[in-house]
């Protein structure tokens, strides 16, 4: 069975600092991979997706993330937060091909101005 | 980005009735359709798969007499909590996508209170 772990439950920065969210993924075959944001009131909106191809992938708002096969791991990362970052961020994975899409715990993150 | 709409986004409900709850793709036809519930602080829970045309997967857990999914057309997928109890009181999320290798969207959620 497919499961996902994020490993940060809470992080607080200040604005500028450099942000990592770290995401792990288990799983036997291909995946697919994605982190989506959850703004305060607000539905959850895809920040950036791997399918295939370059294992770094810029989404929007300035994020990115590496898939690297061997460590299971899609950490999602920002050179320079901003105080707009803050909101609850969860990775999530199906496998290629279909399938249910698993979501981590969440990360809450939140940027102090 | 595609628009995945969820109805309604509130509802209360007295314990025993039925509440369903829909969700539409706006724009675009969603081969498949996720429901989830999500707790406060917590993540998103999946409870079942539903693809157009046939019967709902469900999660470990999940009854499916309780939450009855119907995914009968495209772009309509409806899920009806059946004889609801205060401890189904949650927050429901949907969400469809187009295909198996593409990205799903998200409604906007339903918080159900049953009372």
């Known amino acids: 069975a497919q499961s996902v772990s994020q490993h940060n439950h809470h992080v607080i920065l200040s604005e500028a600092a450099s942000l990592e969210l770290g995401c792990n993924y288990s799983y036997g075959g291909t995946v697919n991979l994605f982190w989506y944001v959850q703004y305060p009131g607000q539905h959850l909106q895809l920040l950036l997706k791997?399918?295939?191809?370059?294992?770094l992938v810029k989404g929007i708002k300035g994020f990115e993330a590496e898939f690297i096969k061997s460590k299971f791991s899609f950490n999602l990362r920002k050179p320079s937060v901003q105080w707009s970052d803050t909101a609850e961020y969860f990775c999530?994975?199906?496998?290629?091909?279909?399938?249910?899409?698993?979501f981590g715990q969440g990360t809450e993150l939140s940027v102090k101005p | 980005g595609a628009v995945v709409s969820q109805h309604p986004s509130r509802v209360i409900c007295k314990s025993g009735t039925s509440v369903k709850i829909e969700c539409r793709s706006l724009d675009f036809q969603a081969t498949t359709m996720f429901w989830y519930r999500q707790f406060p602080k917590q993540s998103l829970m999946l409870m079942a798969t539903s693809n157009e045309g046939s019967k709902a997967t469900y999660e470990q857990g999940v009854e499916k007499d309780k939450f009855l999914i119907n995914h009968a057309s495209l772009t309509l997928s409806t899920l009806t909590v059946t004889s609801a109890h205060p401890e189904d009181s949650s927050f429901y999320i949907c969400?469809?996508?187009?295909?198996?290798?593409?990205?799903?969207?998200f409604g906007q959620g339903t918080r159900l209170t049953v009372v």
């Open positions: 791997y399918f295939s191809g370059d294992p």
């Open positions: 969400s469809a996508r187009a295909g198996a290798n593409t990205e799903a969207f």
């Open positions: 999530a994975v199906n496998a290629q091909g279909g399938g249910k899409l698993i």
